[in-house]
């Protein structure tokens, strides 16, 4: 696996575009072979993609390093001496056309372009990163880092993933994750009781419901918005069953005397920010057995994609009735 550096400039505009937001791959599709789409699908990628490139100023050597980049190398944007976002290659193209497609106002058109999964964005000094790839200063331009200098990163942390995550403080103690999960299960509790207590909201259809209709609740991540009475209604519309496989059983709840299940936002109350109307409506609240909620928090999304995927293709219809636009790319975003 190869890593790239590349310095994002001034190129703010592009950035906005196409990293800080998603590509419509309906507005690109005219200018993608049927190959290429076929690898978006194949990537779970069917509505909206991460796109970076380099343009073809100085051709030649951006050609060169751009050649060398392959699926599942790791690309690091930089600028104002900050790495900011880090993302994993899908695929390449040579397309000059695609490029100013997308960023239309833009100088400098890109001509070598990539896409990117698992575009994550992060806050890491240069100056912390730097000295464990041996660098004294940051790259100037597009740059491919040496295998020796990622020979010393991985001398020192046992990968480069591993130095950014300690870098930029993902890597928790196991004393800050106990806390963490012994939080999390307090509030989950006081959440199924509250449910377990509630009064189910009448039956109605999927329509968008306005922020300043629900309540609100604090936890140790902030205050949202949360109904006990919709997440009922939720689970009694579910029939009680874990919704990514009904026949995975728990117990009988001593108190209503129905399958144990725990109500799960798909889209997390944590994002009502970037949404009009509130996502504590029961088209986004999901029935999970114990084991699968734990999952869909903890495990590494490479484990519980497919998972969030399919959740997410039984509720796109009723999230839109709901008012709550989300493509799966920016839903998995979010876990």
């Known amino acids: 696996?190869?890593?790239?550096?590349?310095?994002?400039?001034?190129?703010?505009?592009?950035?906005?575009?196409?990293?800080?937001?998603?590509?419509?791959?309906?507005?690109?599709?005219?200018?993608?072979d049927g190959d290429e789409?076929?690898?978006?699908?194949?990537?779970?990628?069917?509505?909206?993609?991460?796109?970076?490139?380099?343009?073809?100023?100085?051709?030649?050597?951006?050609?060169?390093?751009?050649?060398?980049?392959?699926?599942?190398?790791?690309?690091?944007?930089?600028?104002?001496?900050?790495?900011?976002?880090?993302?994993?290659?899908?695929?390449?193209?040579?397309?000059?056309?695609?490029?100013?497609?997308?960023?239309?106002?833009?100088?400098?058109?890109?001509?070598?372009i990539y896409f990117l999964g698992d575009v994550e964005r992060i806050s890491m000094s240069c100056d912390d990163f730097n000295p464990v790839i041996g660098y004294t200063s940051a790259p100037r331009s597009f740059n491919m880092i040496s295998k020796r200098r990622i020979t010393n990163a991985e001398s020192q942390y046992g990968s480069v993933e591993a130095a950014i995550r300690s870098i930029t403080g993902k890597e928790v103690s196991e004393e800050a994750y106990s806390q963490i999960i012994s939080e999390e299960v307090e509030d989950d509790v006081k959440y199924q009781r509250e449910i377990e207590k509630a009064t189910p909201n009448p039956p109605s259809e999927d329509v968008p419901k306005e922020l300043h209709e629900v309540s609100t609740?604090?936890?140790?991540?902030?205050?949202?918005?949360?109904?006990?009475?919709?997440?009922?209604?939720?689970?009694?519309?579910?029939?009680?069953?874990?919704?990514?496989?009904?026949?995975?059983?728990?117990?009988?709840?001593?108190?209503?005397?129905?399958?144990?299940?725990?109500?799960?936002?798909?889209?997390?109350?944590?994002?009502?920010?970037?949404?009009?109307?509130?996502?504590?409506?029961?088209?986004?609240?999901?029935?999970?057995?114990p084991n699968c909620h734990r999952k869909i928090h903890h495990a590494r999304l490479v484990e519980k994609r497919e998972m969030i995927e399919d959740l997410y293709k039984e509720r796109k219809a009723r999230l839109k009735n709901a008012g709550i636009m989300t493509s799966i790319e920016e839903l998995l975003t979010y876990y």
């Not at 509505?47 to 392959?70: F, H, P, Q, S, Y």
């Not at 599942?72 to 993302?87: H, S």
């Not at 991540?221 to 919709?230: F, V």
Request: charged letters at 25%.
């Open 1 to 32: 696996m190869n890593w790239f550096t590349v310095p994002i400039g001034n190129e703010y505009k592009k950035i906005e575009k196409s990293i800080s937001n998603m590509v419509r791959i309906e507005d690109i599709e005219h200018l993608l």
């Open 37 to 112: 789409i076929n690898r978006l699908s194949q990537h779970g990628y069917s509505e909206r993609v991460n796109i970076w490139g380099t343009a073809n100023r100085d051709t030649k050597r951006n050609e060169w390093k751009w050649m060398k980049m392959k699926p599942g190398d790791k690309v690091l944007l930089f600028a104002d001496n900050t790495y900011t976002f880090i993302g994993t290659v899908l695929f390449k193209t040579r397309n000059r056309d695609l490029g100013k497609a997308i960023w239309t106002e833009e100088s400098g058109v890109f001509e070598f």
């Open 217 to 289: 609740y604090h936890s140790r991540t902030g205050n949202y918005s949360r109904d006990a009475g919709e997440a009922l209604r939720a689970l009694i519309d579910g029939g009680f069953q874990c919704e990514v496989d009904p026949l995975h059983e728990t117990f009988l709840n001593k108190t209503t005397m129905t399958h144990f299940v725990e109500a799960h936002h798909l889209v997390p109350l944590s994002q009502q920010k970037n949404y009009s109307y509130s996502v504590d409506v029961k088209a986004n609240i999901i029935a999970l057995c």
